[in-house]
């Protein structure tokens, strides 16, 4: 087995967060107080013991109603700066954080505020913490198309700060196909693409022909499921296209980590990460997700250097500032 210490010390990247997801019951308080805003919790414990869910679609409604002690530009920039100073703890060298401007615009925060935020909180702790971080824009797959489209033109005098799109939210009824003329756009522009393609919905192995076949992505959030069908397997091997696992968001989620899919994967050279998701609800940053799949899988310290491998080569930084890590 591996010690918390190797996993601490390891240089790591961290490719499938989600900002509002790191949002910890302390900083929404503060947030809450600054705002005016009256929590229904007595207390931090009383919130964290809220915290209870049992699938996808339990989690995100505790996940949207969170998000409305977000309102000003500076609650964006100290959500971004609590996330990137736990991460750079854990040595997280580069990250790729996901933000759901429609959770915010839809509830009249608009989109400049969120984006101008994010991005200072991500310059200011680059400046005093040395953390290096890009973001992807996610269009939530409840909401339409239309909106979505709206949501990726209202993004373009923003372009030189996000790297790429994404889809999350609740994929059951929203398959990939749906948002194909967004993401064609998307690409257009100069996005790298990537999408949610849950395990345990409904469909998935359509979702992932589609996710290949239509959409043309770069990497698959999740995606674990291209195991169910050799060709998929077979498909993303020869695209090179990363997974990034959530382990113990799935054990939230769905009751496993998949531990046993990350490992096949790993034997046949899929190359898979693993992140946290949503840390502040699920219990873990990237470390302790690490150490939780070792102690699952027996991993030992060679494991964990291929994985954060896996991580950095998967990852968009650009070619000269990746292979610094690898
Ligand atoms: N799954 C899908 N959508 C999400 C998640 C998730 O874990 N977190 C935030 N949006
Ligand atoms: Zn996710």
């Known amino acids: ?16 967060v989600h900002i509002e997801g790191t949002l910890e019951p302390e900083l929404k308080f503060e947030l809450a107080e600054r705002n005016g805003l009256e929590l229904p919790f007595a207390d931090v414990d009383e919130l964290r013991a809220s915290y209870q869910f049992h699938d996808l679609p339990s989690f995100l409604g505790v996940y949207y109603d969170g998000m409305r002690v977000l309102l000003t530009e500076r609650d964006f920039r100290d959500l971004v700066y609590a996330y990137l100073r736990r991460a750079a703890d854990q ?34 702790a680059q400046r005093d913490l040395g953390v290096h971080a890009e973001l992807i824009l996610c269009f939530l797959r409840d909401f339409s198309a ?37 993401f064609a756009r998307a690409r ?16 998935t192995t359509e979702h992932l022909r589609q996710v290949l076949e239509v959409i043309g992505v770069d990497r698959i959030d999740h995606g674990l499921n291209v195991l169910e069908d050799d060709a998929l397997v077979e498909e993303v091997l020869r695209r090179g296209i990363g997974l990034t696992a959530c ?46 799949l070792a102690g699952e899988l027996d991993l030992d310290e060679a494991d964990l250097v291929a994985l954060q491998r896996n991580a950095f080569t998967i990852s968009w930084l650009a070619a000269g500032r990746r292979d610094a890590f690898l």
């Open 1 to 16: 087995p591996v010690s918390a210490e190797f996993v601490a010390g390891l240089p790591k990247a961290e490719l499938h």
């Open 91 to 124: 040595n997280v060298r580069h990250t790729e954080i996901f933000f759901d401007p429609q959770a915010h615009t839809s509830r009249g925060v608009p989109f400049p505020t969120v984006v101008r935020g994010l991005r200072q909180g991500v310059v200011d």
């Open 146 to 182: 239309e909106y979505a489209m709206a949501t990726l033109m209202e993004s373009l005098p923003y372009k030189d700060w996000i790297v790429g799109v994404g889809l999350d939210s609740d994929e059951k009824g929203n398959p990939p196909e749906k948002f194909a003329a967004v």
């Open 188 to 203: 257009a522009e100069g996005y790298l693409l990537t999408m949610h393609c849950d395990i345990d919905q409904e469909n």
């Open 247 to 292: 382990p113990i968001s799935n054990g939230v989620v769905t009751a496993s980590m998949k531990a046993p899919e990350i490992r096949a994967l790993l034997d046949r050279g899929v190359p898979v990460s693993v992140n946290s998701d949503d840390p502040a609800y699920f219990g873990g940053y990237v470390s302790e997700n690490l150490v939780a």
